[in-house]
């Protein structure tokens, strides 16, 4: 998401600099049809740079920042998986530690090792059931739980989107209709410029040698 607001604000720059660069082309003082077009072109560009600007400022806010605050909660949920797993590995210890006393003969000695791995194995086995039932319960809720966090921010940028696109008909619409000659279809337009490059050809300073 950042990458593609990094895009857009890049893209309407750049078109915001290809017109100022157009205004500052000596064409513009030679002829005022062509410095009209050109102001129309460079307004048009600044108001499509404005509302890209708000698109990116409204999905900045509501999509890219709430997503970082989202990732911010896998540091704490991998360190709690890790404590389970330690838990599981100590529980397993101690248990293994019982058995192996468990299939000795019972005499006083072992009775009394037997007695003082069980003790030490119930606070282990309390402490790894708790952990575990701990994400039992949650992390089922964790993952249900991200649809419900990321829809409004995906329906953010929907609406962002949606009012940049239509905003950038209407601004598109009126340079069109401000540089449109009546009459005129792209063919004809083609056929025109295909003409003048004919003509730009002709010159002797570029005919191929």
Avoid: W
């Avoid at 720059?13 to 205004?23: C, F, G, N």
């Avoid at 005022?32 to 999905?59: G, H, S």
């Avoid at 966090?149 to 209709?177: C, H, N, W």
């Avoid at 009546?182 to 005919?207: C, F, M, T």
């Amino acid at each position: 998401m950042k990458k593609s607001t990094d895009a857009d604000l890049a893209m309407s720059k750049s078109a915001v600099k290809i017109s100022l660069d157009l205004l500052s082309n000596p064409l513009c003082e030679q002829d005022q049809e062509f410095l009209n077009m050109v102001t129309a072109l460079d307004t048009a560009m600044k108001r499509m740079d404005a509302f890209n600007q708000e698109k990116v400022n409204q999905i900045q806010k509501t999509v890219i920042e709430p997503l970082k605050k989202f990732g911010s909660v896998f540091p704490s949920l991998n360190m709690a998986v890790k404590r389970r797993e330690q838990a599981l590995q100590d529980y397993r210890r101690l248990q293994a530690k019982v058995e192996k006393y468990e299939e000795k003969e019972k005499t006083g000695p072992v009775l009394a090792k037997l007695h003082q791995a069980r003790e030490e194995l119930r606070p282990v086995r309390e402490d790894f059931e708790a952990k575990n039932k701990q994400l039992l319960d949650e992390m089922p809720r964790f993952y249900g739980s991200r649809l419900d966090y990321f829809q409004p921010s995906f329906e953010s940028l929907i609406r962002a989107q949606v009012v940049y696109y239509s905003e950038m008909q209407k601004i598109f619409g009126d340079l069109t209709q401000q540089l449109d000659q009546p009459g005129h279809s792209d063919e004809q337009r083609e056929r025109e410029n295909e003409a003048k490059l004919s003509e730009l050809r002709a010159l002797s300073i570029v005919a191929d040698d």
